[in-house]
């Protein structure tokens, strides 16, 4: 599993009656984005550091055209 800081991490619970979780990934222990990450769990704000099990699925942030050249930003006065 890999990760970048700006993913969206999510957990399906197993158990019967346990609640989905996710979370935005805010910090990376190995710059190859393996586990395991610092993240902030979108229920109750907390940062934890989180190892993935196999209920966990990565979204990945993307930005809106990546594969366009970049331009500069014009701003008008």
Same mark, same amino acid.
């Given at each position: 599993?890999?990760?970048? !800081?700006?993913?969206?991490?999510? !957990?399906?619970?197993?158990?019967?009656?346990?609640?989905?979780?996710?979370?935005?990934?805010?910090?990376?222990?190995?710059?190859?984005?393996?586990?395991?990450?610092? !993240?902030?769990?979108?229920?109750?704000?907390? !940062?934890?550091?989180?190892?993935?099990?196999?209920?966990?699925?990565?979204?990945?942030?993307?930005?809106?055209?990546?594969?366009?050249?970049?331009?500069?930003?014009?701003?008008?006065?």
């Amino acid at each position: 599993m890999e990760a970048a !800081v700006g993913d969206r991490i999510i !957990v399906q619970g197993t158990r019967p009656g346990a609640a989905r979780r996710d979370g935005e990934i805010i910090g990376l222990h190995h710059p190859d984005g393996s586990p395991p990450y610092d !993240v902030r769990w979108s229920d109750d704000g907390r !940062v934890t550091e989180y190892f993935p099990g196999p209920d966990a699925r990565i979204h990945h942030y993307r930005h809106a055209d990546e594969t366009a050249p970049s331009q500069p930003h014009l701003f008008a006065d």
